[in-house]
């Protein structure tokens, strides 16, 4: 038996070489993400698969005795009907086995990730490749059936407020919407801030503030918050911040429904594409109860995959309003556009027609 290991930036690389080194009848021992790097220093996140192939044995033909001669008034023998081939895929070992045809393991490999466990497009896919013989015609299938998960988000109301756990990027976040709506849409903007727990964050939205000519209130309670909102009452936009640090308490996200009005405010929960998924879910259970508007995805140039987008989006129902893909303001941020959010879930993945190079 012949065993390699291959490491790639996505599983579907890693197949593909599987593939051209060993062939079809490759088998998958294990596949796992590891970190390259110089003791950790710019580490970036690889597959690593084990891959075999079980040489085959040689097969003697038996030579026909040659005491028995044909007898030549006997009927030549009908040659044997040739089996259909059936294209062959690598196999799983200790795993589960690929549900897709070989040239589609990449496809493969997004379906197996925790954020399309729930869909059965494997019947549909085999389908269209054995009819087609297009790998191009199975990635826009399910381009398309991710694209229409995303919908358009409302138009933002005079007040926007961001919620979400400490450390998702609700304050650059914030920053970024102010210099869009001033910059961009020529509207006039406030910020109010009532994370009061962490002093950074303050001088944070201060710095960017005062950088972009755009005025900030501090609100230390509710009092405050009801004075800045009378400041900003000329404002076309009113941009709020909010406090992450006991969001787990069932008290905090009450105290939303008491003291604000949310008729005229789009709220909109905020979620780092670099959480695990059991951790934006439980995030969500605790927001879930307030009137969200949308969803903000943070954080997606720190990863590399953004597939949990989907996920979040299909279990809540709700829309994307933003995407922040670094740390520049006012760049660095793009618009909830369905296209926009499809194409660039698919660059992460690797795929080649929807790289920044294929574009």
Do not use: C
Not at 167 to 179: D, I, P, Q, R
Not at 237 to 263: C, K, M, S, W
Request: glycine share 4%; no cysteine; proline share 6%.
């Amino acid at each position: 038996m012949q065993i390699k290991k291959f490491t790639a930036k996505t599983m579907a690389e890693a197949m593909t070489k599987v593939k051209q080194e060993l062939g079809d009848e490759a088998v998958i021992l294990n596949s796992r993400q590891v970190k390259t790097g110089w003791f950790g220093l710019f580490a970036s996140k690889q597959v690593e698969v084990i891959a075999a192939l079980e040489k085959e044995k040689a097969v003697t033909k038996p030579r026909r005795p040659d005491s028995v001669q044909p007898d030549p008034t006997s009927s030549p023998a009908p040659a044997p009907t040739p089996s259909p081939q059936v294209p062959s895929t690598p196999r799983m070992v200790g795993g589960t086995a690929p549900r897709l045809h070989s040239s589609l393991q990449h496809i493969d490999a997004l379906l197996s990730t925790e954020s399309f466990a729930e869909e059965s497009w494997e019947e549909t896919l085999n389908e269209l490749y054995y009819t087609t013989k297009s790998v191009e015609v199975a990635e826009r299938f399910v381009y398309e059936q991710v694209k229409s998960s995303f919908i358009d988000p409302p138009e933002a109301k005079r007040y926007v407020m961001l919620v979400g756990p400490t450390g998702v990027g609700k304050t650059t976040t914030l920053a970024k919407l102010a210099a869009h709506f001033k910059l961009t849409e020529g509207k006039t903007v406030g910020l109010i801030t009532t994370d009061t727990y962490r002093i950074a964050a303050i001088e944070q939205l201060k710095t960017y503030a005062e950088i972009m000519s755009i005025p900030v209130e501090v609100a230390y309670d509710f009092h405050d918050f009801k004075r800045a909102k009378q400041l900003f009452a000329r404002k076309d936009i009113v941009l709020i911040d909010t406090a992450g640090r006991n969001f787990r308490d069932p008290a905090y996200v009450e105290q939303f429904h008491e003291h604000h009005d949310f008729t005229e405010t789009s709220l909109s929960l905020v979620l780092s594409l670099t959480s695990k998924m059991k951790d934006m879910d439980m995030i969500y259970s605790q927001f879930e109860s307030l009137p969200l508007s949308s969803l903000i995805f943070t954080k997606a140039d720190e990863t590399s995959d953004i597939h949990a987008m989907y996920r979040m989006v299909k279990k809540s129902g709700l829309p994307v309003a933003w995407m922040t893909d670094g740390q520049e303001v006012p760049d660095d941020l793009i618009r909830g556009d369905a296209e926009a959010l499809t194409k660039r879930l698919f660059e992460k993945e690797g795929w080649a027609r929807w790289t920044k190079q294929g574009v």
